[in-house]
DNA sequence: TTTTAAACTTGACAGTGATAAGATTAAGAG
DNA sequence: CTCTTAATCTTATCACTGTCAAGTTTAAAA
């Protein structure tokens, strides 16, 4: 018969992972710090030892997505193989992981918190994206350009597939791969 | 020396118009009910007189706001002449929208509350670019395929170029212009 | 002119973010 | 091993929020 002890040994962790799974499955409006902590099994002043307020718990739990996303696709990079699939593979990881967790996309860009400067996915994806232009010789001058708009579309997809209706999910990879292979880079 | 009524008269207009200037200003996440009672000078209780619950008012003054980029997006469509350039222009228009109210493009998209079959951009953006593909003898097989390509680049844009540091706004236009060509259709 | 229903106010409730003051205890210093 | 200290946690409290019930005012219909 365990008692609970005073001092919880992993409180901060706990909050980021039990948070996540409430936004995951209630969304991001009915998150309380008290919910939170009560969740945890503390009391509701409890997380304020951990952080500074709500705001910054939402950026430190946004930080900790970010970085599982930045490992998905990571592995996702070292997965491909034959180096002229990458960006298309890319492309479908990165729409497939909001699909996947939708609640999570409206939690990383509904509040202009992410900036594009500290964003590694976007850092990640930009240098593939040059590598693989410099390979298909794109030139230099329009490579800006062209990331950017394929960065767009793959980010835009990844929002408007959170949008129900918009994907079929009856063949998800089919579907993605055909929208992004429809235009020319 | 005119006292003021007891009643407003036209309360549920200016709640809507008074909140998204709110909004425009502060952010969502500032925004409440007494606050927006009190900028119309009204009890906290009045505005549900006019809306179920906060729920309900967000939901229709996103009604108010999509009403407005339907019209300008309809307005953008009519100024245009030469039919070869609409998608280009209609894309632009789309971006500019919400470059120029950033609060918007969260507002609306943030909280999964719009709904592809109701979001009457989306219809009128489809039947230009069906219209444009025609023209341009896109054959009918690849045309679902490239036009959700298209609004996943317009609306992926629209939302990036709400992150500060993604558009460079000195020539605005000549950026957008430039990143939606950047691809071929 | 009377009635009625819509538009508003007042006053209340539970839930929220946040802080101050105090209790507990893990971990390092002597 | 003891003492100290600082981190962690609890309790109590504050101002504020969404929301509702009950009552007040008044525009407009009967």
């Known amino acids: 018969m365990s008692e609970k002890p005073y001092h919880h040994g992993n409180l901060k962790m706990e909050l980021l992972e039990k ?8 969304g991001v409006e009915e998150l309380s710090m008290r919910k939170l902590a009560e969740v945890c099994g503390v009391s509701s002043a ?3 030892a951990h952080f500074q307020n709500k705001e910054d718990f939402l950026i430190q739990a946004q930080r900790f997505i970010t970085e599982q996303f930045t490992e998905t696709l990571q592995e996702c990079i070292a997965a491909v193989k034959d180096k002229k699939k990458i960006l298309l593979e890319l492309g479908k990881r990165y729409v497939i992981f909001f699909y996947e967790n939708p609640s999570y996309y409206h939690f990383l860009f509904s509040h202009g918190r992410v900036e594009l400067t500290e964003y ?53 990879e089919k579907e993605i791969e055909g929208i992004l292979n429809a235009v020319e880079i």
Chains 1, 2 share one sequence.
């Open 19 to 26: 948070g996540l799974a409430f936004v995951d499955e209630h």
């Open 46 to 48: 409890a997380p304020y």
């Open 120 to 172: 590694p996915p976007y850092q990640l994806f930009a240098e593939v994206v040059e590598e693989a232009f410099s390979e298909m010789g794109v030139k230099k001058k329009a490579r800006r350009k062209k990331m950017l708009a394929l960065w767009s579309m793959v980010h835009g997809l990844s929002g408007l597939s959170a949008m129900k209706g918009v994907l079929d999910g009856d063949d998800l």
